[in-house]
T-cell receptor, first 113, second 115 residues
């Protein structure tokens, strides 16, 4: 079956530091890949997505590239802000039309001023 | 823009009681998904409906049932509640019938606490 593995967390950074959160996946066929963000007490918000190999998703300074050869979709941001503190989930949607999401275990990011 | 609505936002129940969670999808969305997120856990897929028919089933206990109604809203019914059912329950909706790669939009969740 499909699975997603995220880097061990939590991650603590100072403001303006560089962020990388690793994500690798196992899936049959050609899944779509996503990063979701969850702020405290809130629901899941789609941060970015990529639907095929070598696609780069980007939003709010965050980027991730769909690497089929390494089955990875690492999240990066060049300069984090305190407001980026949240839980980040990598997820995939398999090839079926009805498209349930399989999530990684989540990475807690805390950014200090 | 309209979002996914879930009610209630918070629910407290005793063991062995029943609970009903409701989800109102974004207008014109034809698919609803239910996920369960335990404390400190990733969301786990429970069940989904497309055009009022069950389309996929995940790790949903037999004590739970769900359906999608003619107005596309969905209800998750949970019986014989156990302490381990305490979690955040998310509903997401999606417009599969529309062209393009349409995403799931998540509601704010219902936090269920079983005492």
């Amino acid at each position: 079956g499909n699975s997603v593995t995220q880097m061990e967390g939590p991650v603590t950074l100072s403001e303006e530091a560089f962020l990388t959160i690793n994500c690798t996946y196992t899936a049959t066929g050609y899944p779509s890949l996503f990063w979701y963000v969850q702020y405290p007490g809130e629901g899941l918000q789609l941060l970015l997505k990529a639907t095929k190999a070598d696609d780069k998703g980007s939003n709010k300074g965050f980027e991730a590239t769909y690497r089929k050869e390494t089955t990875s979709f690492h999240l990066e941001k060049g300069s984090v802000q305190v407001s980026d503190s949240a839980v980040y989930f990598c997820a995939l949607r398999g090839g079926t039309s009805y498209g349930k999401l399989t999530f990684g275990q989540g990475t807690i990011l805390t950014v200090h001023p | 823009a309209a979002g996914v609505i879930q009610s209630p936002r918070h629910l407290i129940k005793e063991k062995r009681e029943t609970a009903t969670l409701k989800c109102y999808p974004i207008p014109r969305h034809d698919t609803v998904y239910w996920y369960q997120q335990g404390p400190g856990q990733d969301p786990q897929f429970l069940i989904s409906f497309y055009e009022k028919m069950q389309s996929d089933k995940g790790s949903i206990p037999d004590r739970f049932s769900a359906q999608q109604f003619s107005d596309y809203h969905s209800e998750l019914n949970m019986s014989s509640l156990e302490l381990g059912d305490s979690a955040l329950y998310f509903c997401a909706s999606r417009a599969i019938g529309l062209a393009g790669d349409n995403e799931q939009f998540f509601g704010p969740g219902t936090r269920l606490t079983v005492l």
